[in-house]
């Protein structure tokens, strides 16, 4: 094998420094395309081996790329006389000098170490590190038994997660996308196995190509499927208070000639049970309000897919329609209520009926097209339309020694999107280049009645309708400075025009229009084990569409919850310093957060009771550190994360400050045991301390969990919270207002999922162009 010192033997070593856009504009002429096939000292292909193009004359970095399964891999933009490097975990590794457009067959040799007559293999790290965030492969991976993409996701690097809810330490609730096609409803992740997944990218920087309320993605890539037939099949059960189930089947073809089509249906239930206790206290503390709860939720979902996708060669088209309905959602609660307000009441009882039921259709279709003498431009288009309709009705009866009221509430809502989005990219030697646009229209609608038996309804009947036109506009460039430095430079406009219309009649004080600009710019180096990165960013968060609305709703004898429609988009700029090393990570972070938007109470002394609703707070700051730590110990791999946030916030009339820190800390292990079984131990626990003005009085939670696999069947049970220490405790304190509620239930249960599997799942390629407005509507 041809090592690096010979091929850089009397080489010039003399850095030359050209003018990027020189290099933009010559690179595309002289640049060629590079391939081979990489196996191992038995013959056998070598998949995801990596393999990485090294400057002839200083052995800079240029680009990368790793081998498919086949142990294949392509690279462009090479010179003659340029160097391929390539490496693999327990592999020697290997440099081979570039002098046509085929390297033939490259052969591994193992890198076992020999101590004594003790042979030390280190373990594979499945995990790795770059300037967006993390990149964690699946093949090979424990991980990859789990059963569903939800099970394995949950035990990555930097999440946290409880049930089917997942967030990213220290960035909040993630977009989800599967081949970037995005995930609406968390519940799609158990569909999917784990099994079929080949990598999955946590991104912690995501920059000015995801929509404006984005701090963190995760993109789960599904391994390719073979020409023929390809199915899953699964069933699960949740054992509990209120136990339920869940199947589904999704099926798909592939034709040898590129043709692919698609179809699913799934069926999921959901519920739980809590019992609680509320205590409100307000009007100068002269009145206070004890509620003993117990409630129930339960529901139904049902989701139907079906598609068509045509690739022809890197080429790919592609239709979608998804059909999802809740034909039942109810909610119920019993409360025991003593209050002071009124003392010839102040012991009442109190029953309390949601039902709700929505039905959505979306539509999606894309186009990829990849152009160019060597394939380096990319053009990707995607529309969107959605429409959603729901119905909610409430019934609310109140009984005390000389009292009695029926309270009821009923709501309608629909909407309307239409949206399109278009990306250009362009991939060059040390630099790549976006270029994107979007557009969307969003029309929703929604009426409100309510009654209360003794016509002493708080609010007026009302219609509201809300359209917003929103445009944006993007460049993102990518700088490969060295083999070691790069840069990223971003930039997003978005332009916004929202009417809101009340009862026919257009309100000017709500109807706005805006423009935010919304930079990314960032230095990064990374050498080995070592990785460091600096940014600065900027992100806007929008109000849901019901919390803009100008319905209310009952929450207690002296409580209501209201829209806000004088809500405003907030504004966060951040500065991140991310460091790691090995297996060891950190992230510090100084963020100015201006028109957050939270949960507040105060109080309507004409009607003696507390208004719940949605504010933008003051600017104010905050600091926050993300630390990790991964091992490997024998059977045993920890992974230990903790985050610690610190604010400066005052708010409230009168005045309150918010600034107790709130410290976090996630614990999961994994233990290898024999006949393929893996054992899973996780913990959380959250300290007293405030994130905006909610005050967490702090809470532990543990599971474990057991999975096996047989084959193209995967079995596994898990048991959440497994001694019933989880309990929801949370104080809000906001103009002179207190509210505080201790909830525990709902978590407790026993999970059994049990997925067959056939060939690979038919992976569908399409974006979605407005992520955002689906998640508002």
Known sequence: MVTLTKILKEKIMKKKILLPFLCIATMPVMAQHITGKIINEQGEALPYANV???????????????????????????????????????????????????????????????????????????????????????????????????????????????????????????????????????????????????????????????????????????????????????????????????????????????????????????????????????????YETKTNTTYENRAHKLNANIGASYDFGANSLGIRYEFSRKPKGKYSSTNDIQTNVEPENAQLESTSEQSKQNTRHYLNSYAILKFGEKKNYLLAADVDYLYNFSNELSDVNEQGENYANHIGTVSHSNNHLVAGKTNFTASWKAVTLDLGVQYSYTKTRQSFEGSTSNDEALFDASRDEERQHLTAGYITVNWQLSSAWSARTELRVENTDFAYILNGEKVAEQSKSFTDWLPYVSIDYQNGNLSLGLSYSASVDRPSYSMLSNT???????????????????????????????????????????????????????????????????????????????????????????????????????????????????????????????????????????????????????DMGLNKSLGNWAFTIYWNDSFKLWRQKNLIETNGVSFYQNLKGGVHNVSLNVTYSFNKKKSYRGKGAAREEINRL
């Open 52 to 286: 990485f193009l090294l400057n002839q004359q200083d052995s800079t970095f240029i680009k990368g790329t790793v081998s498919d399964e086949a142990g294949v891999f392509s690279v462009d933009g090479y010179f003659k006389g340029d160097i391929l490097k390539v490496s693999a975990m327990g592999y020697k590794t290997s440099y081979l000098p570039c002098q046509s457009d085929s390297v033939g067959i490259i052969a591994m040799q193992e890198d076992t170490k020999l101590l004594g007559e003790v042979v030390v293999k280190g373990h594979r790290n499945y995990v790795k590190s770059n300037n967006m965030g993390l990149n964690i492969s699946m093949i090979g991976n424990p991980l990859s038994k789990l059963g569903s993409a939800i099970d394995a996701i949950k035990q990555m690097p930097l999440i946290s997660g409880i049930g089917n809810n997942i967030s990213v330490l220290g960035k909040g609730t993630p977009e989800i996308y599967i081949n970037h096609r995005k995930v609406r409803d968390n519940s799609e992740l158990q569909q999917l196995s784990s099994q079929n997944i080949e990598r999955v990218e946590i991104i912690t920087n995501p920059g000015a190509k995801y929509e404006a309320d984005v701090k963190s993605v995760i993109i789960i890539h599904t391994k390719k499927q073979d020409a023929g037939w390809a199915g899953l099949a699964k069933a699960g059960a949740t054992l509990s208070d209120v136990s339920y189930g869940r199947t589904g089947l999704d099926l798909s073809w592939t034709g040898s000639n590129g043709l692919g089509v698609y179809a699913g249906a799934n069926y999921a239930g959901d519920g739980e049970k809590q019992t609680g206790y509320y205590l409100e206290k307000f009007g100068n503390n002269e």
């Open 552 to 702: 209310y709703s009952y929450a207690s004898h002296t409580s209501w919850m209201l829209g806000n429609p004088l809500l405003k988009s907030s504004l966060e700029r951040e500065l991140s310093l991310d460091v790691s090393y090995r297996k060891t990570s950190l992230s510090l972070s100084y963020v100015h957060s201006m028109r957050e938007l939270a949960t507040t109470y105060s109080y309507m002394e004409t009607k003696k009771v507390n208004i719940i609703k949605n504010v933008n707070l003051p600017s104010y700051d905050y600091f926050q550190m993300v630390a990790g730590q991964r091992l490997d110990i024998g059977i045993w791999h920890p992974t230990l994360h903790g985050v610690l946030r610190l604010q400066k916030l005052e708010y409230g009339n009168p005045e309150k400050s918010y600034n107790k820190p709130l410290f976090n800390m996630t614990m999961r292990n994994r233990f290898d045991l024999p006949w393929g079984i893996y054992a899973y131990f996780d913990g959380i626990w959250v300290s007293k301390g405030y994130s905006a003005t909610n005050y967490t009085k702090g809470y532990v939670l543990l």
